[in-house]
């Protein structure tokens, strides 16, 4: 067919044109379409060129060159862009559609070879030589005449509905040139086969061609209908939807690949299931289910979904692999290796291991690693699967609100899986891994169901030796599996939840153990990502300390680390550069590197001024310093409270007042100053939200400090929680805290009374850093922290 040409179609054709010399025709290209002598085939032309040659060949009453294309995708064909062999012929109809399209019925009457084109006409014309069709009738000829006719005519038999007029047609051909010519017109043929058909001017060898290409023409249209008799037996409503599915699997039949290739798949799989080591109740629905396989078509969209369901019981690890001894020394010596630091928590872990040695059978507890970022939960279970010899492998739980993604979804559904939990297991390969379940605080709940409560049967010990997976629907042991959960706040685990563990919280780092760890781990591990060598590079204790002390500031290491990453990144730069090492870095060299500090030092912050106290508090990602400003102005007595407080603090603030108003006179205040004054309570960094009650103390203490005008002492922080009776109530993250005011250079710290247990596991750096003081009662505070000697007189 033609196409309308963007370029050409606006040319108008001239009214008058030379004639054209007796050898020349006007040449139409056309795509994809070749036209055999004696054959009548329609055309489409769009092409401004082509319809003006067709009109005038109709006006004319000439002939037309029909050629093909060697590119059917081209919209304006140069001759070059042309075959050199064609069809001369005769325009029997010509229409124009009220579309506007134009339609030609041509038919073909002579082969002809392109001499040259010539210009000067408003369409493609061409000098050509035609070519006279060879009448010679030798016996072979003769031969491969008639065997081309029987093929023909038993093609056509083969085919359905073929018209009674066609038949007639190949009976009546007399020549040998012209049935070659029909056969190829009609039969099911790329165009560039046809092409070379057309081309081949040798009557002997175009009737082999045409003779090859239509036995395998004969060839394929016997197979089908081969298959099509021996499918429609068993064809029904249903089948009707897949019957190409149901041919093809007739062709692997005819082949002997389909039954034999089916049997085969069976034979393995039954093979698998005997050697899979499946409880016999899993065992028996398994063969249940290979049953229902061997029944069903492969066609059908239950196998592949039987078929995965089988693959998934198979590959699961049901047999319990022979545990290796656990070597308790071996165990020690992992965990200092991996960990530094941490002793109450190792200590912790290889009572734990111990116990796993004794009683292996036995109910071991679920250990439950609290604390925040950067200070090695994850790694600790890494360090614990490497000390039973186990597969470790890691469930993250954050953001999951999704019921299935522990249960899994039953099969039922498209695209069906098992739960997080069973994937794992078939990850780990073995039945007694060591399990992470991390971040399961950041577990939530939706309209899909509550991932926490399904969590419940998986960490129960007294039920997950029998846990459904809803895709499976077979139970499985879990009770094997060494389960070790992950949680940066405790708060948010569901009380049910959090009673199946037992919790071991891990607080930050204090500066000198995150010196060791950078020295010992982090240094090294950042050499080896920026392929730098360990020779090439030393950064000075002096830079370290100060990375840790400015540009740092949390509770774990992992910030820490990307600093170091980026100070050997430089270093890396200059490697490749050219310049010879060992490059030494030094706190001079941190500037340029990592920029401007970005925290200061908390000890410039603090000013022994009336009025400013330093508390400590606990966040998320580990303890901080904070800081309680109070102020007095004219007024009439109101108390205002600024820096985004919470409304416990807020609590906090009025009570600390209370309480100075109700011993205004042991402190030498004036009763009267309360009333002629507005008192402002602020805590800077208003941009971040404030809560809790362990800021009582420090705000009883600067509001004392403000109305006696008694500064309170720059070296010490408090926390702690206060009644209106004057008592100094305990308060949580203490060893948080603490680190906080040791990484601040505070040398005292003043505490509840209460507290005192909590300090067990402090280190001994921390403890020879920090004067600890302890409080029973408000008044307490008052003789620790004020400069002025006289309130601890006003104290006794």
């Known amino acids: 067919m033609d196409a309308p040409d963007n370029q050409t179609a606006g040319r108008a054709t001239p009214t008058a044109t030379p004639p054209l010399p007796p050898d020349a025709v006007a040449v139409i290209p056309v795509r994809e379409i070749t036209l055999f002598p004696g054959v009548v085939i ?107 006719q029987r093929q023909t005519l038993e093609a056509l038999e083969l085919l359905p509905q073929v018209p009674q007029e066609m038949v007639v047609a190949v009976q009546s051909v007399s020549t040998p040139g012209a049935l070659a010519d029909l056969a190829a017109a009609y039969l099911d043929l790329k165009p560039a086969e046809k092409q070379e058909i057309l081309e081949t001017v040798d009557v002997s060898a175009r009737i082999d061609k045409v003779s090859s290409l239509l036995a395998h023409r004969i060839e394929v249209l016997r197979l089908s209908q081969e298959i099509g008799r021996q499918t429609k037996a068993s064809l029904d409503e249903r089948q009707r939807e897949v019957l190409l599915r149901e041919q093809m699997a007739a062709i692997q039949r005819q082949l002997g690949e389909g039954e034999q290739s089916k049997a085969q798949d069976i034979a393995e799989l039954s093979e698998a299931i005997a050697k899979a080591g499946m409880p016999k109740e899993v065992e028996d629905a398994a063969r249940k289910e290979l049953r229902r396989l061997e029944r069903m078509q492969e066609a059908s969209p239950d196998y592949g979904m039987t078929r995965t369901y089988l693959d998934w019981l198979i590959e699961l690890p049901w047999k319990l692999p022979e545990e290796t001894p656990i070597d308790i020394k071996e165990a020690r010596r992992i965990l200092d290796e991996d960990h530094y630091g941490l002793d109450k928590i190792k200590r912790r872990i290889v009572e734990f291991l111990a116990v796993r040695k004794l009683a292996p059978e036995g109910k071991a507890p679920i250990l439950c690693f609290v604390g925040p970022p950067g200070v090695g939960k994850t790694s600790l279970g890494q360090s614990i699967a490497r000390a039973m010899n186990r597969k470790f492998v890691r469930v993250s739980l954050g953001g999951v609100h999704d019921e299935a993604e522990i249960r899994g979804h039953r099969r039922t559904y498209i695209g069906a899986l098992p739960g997080n939990i069973i994937q794992a297991i078939r990850k780990a390969g073995s039945r007694n891994c060591v399990m992470m379940l991390d971040e399961i605080d950041k577990l939530g709940s939706g309209i899909q169901g509550d991932p926490r409560a399904a969590m419940l049967e998986v960490l129960d010990p007294e039920q997950n030796n029998t846990f459904r997976d809803n895709y499976l629907a077979v139970p499985f042991d879990l009770s094997r599996v060494v389960f070790i959960a992950t949680a940066n706040v405790l708060d948010q685990i569901p009380g049910p939840l959090r009673d199946r563990m037992e919790v071991i919280q891990l607080s930050g780092y204090s500066a000198e153990e995150k010196f060791n760890i950078a020295k010992r781990y982090l240094i090294a591990r950042q050499l080896e990502a920026n392929g730098v060598k360990p020779g090439q590079v030393e950064i000075d204790d002096d830079a370290l300390r100060e990375i840790i002390g400015l540009y740092t500031r949390e509770a774990g290491v992992r910030n820490l680390e990307r600093e170091i990453g980026k100070v050997l990144r430089h270093t890396a730069v200059r490697i490749a550069e050219g310049e010879e090492g060992p490059i030494r870095i030094g706190a001079s060299d941190l500037n340029a590197i990592l920029g401007a500090p970005i925290y200061e030092s908390e000890v410039a912050m603090r000013t022994s001024v009336p009025g400013v106290a330093t508390g400590l508090a606990w966040t998320p990602v580990g303890g901080d310093i904070l800081f309680i400003e109070a102020t007095r102005s004219p007024g009439n007595g109101k108390l205002i409270l600024t820096g985004q407080l919470g409304e416990v603090m807020r609590e906090s603030a009025q009570a600390a007042l209370s309480i100075v108003k109700n011993r205004a006179s042991q402190l030498g205040i004036d009763d009267k100053l309360f009333e002629r004054s507005d008192i402002h309570v602020h805590v800077p960094a208003g941009a971040i939200p404030k809560d809790g009650p362990s800021a009582g103390v420090a705000m009883f203490t600067a509001l004392s400090s403000l109305m006696t005008d008694r500064p309170v002492r720059s070296d010490t922080a408090m926390t702690g929680e206060i009644s209106l009776r004057g008592l100094v109530l305990p308060v949580g993250g203490i060893k948080e805290k603490l680190a906080a005011a040791a990484r601040a250079g505070i040398t005292r710290v003043m505490l509840p009374a209460r507290n005192k247990k909590d300090i067990e596991d402090l280190s001994e750096e921390t403890r020879r850093q920090l004067e600890l003081i302890w409080l029973e009662r408000v008044e307490d505070a008052l003789g620790a922290a004020l400069e002025d000697q006289k309130a601890a007189a006003v104290a006794q």
Do not use: C
């Open 42 to 148: 329609p055309v489409t032309v769009g092409r401004q060129r082509s319809i003006a040659a067709a009109q005038n060949a109709v006006r004319e009453q000439r002939q037309v060159g029909i050629i093909m294309q060697r590119d059917g995708t081209e919209n304006d064909p140069q001759p070059v862009d042309l075959h050199r062999i064609g069809t001369i012929a005769n325009v029997v109809r010509y229409v124009t559609a009220p579309d506007g399209s134009h339609h030609l019925v041509v038919q073909g009457d002579e082969r002809f070879q392109v001499v040259e084109f010539l210009d000067g006409w408003p369409y493609m014309v061409a000098r050509v030589k035609r070519i006279a069709e060879s009448d010679e009738r030798t016996p072979e000829i003769e031969a491969r005449f008639l065997n081309l």
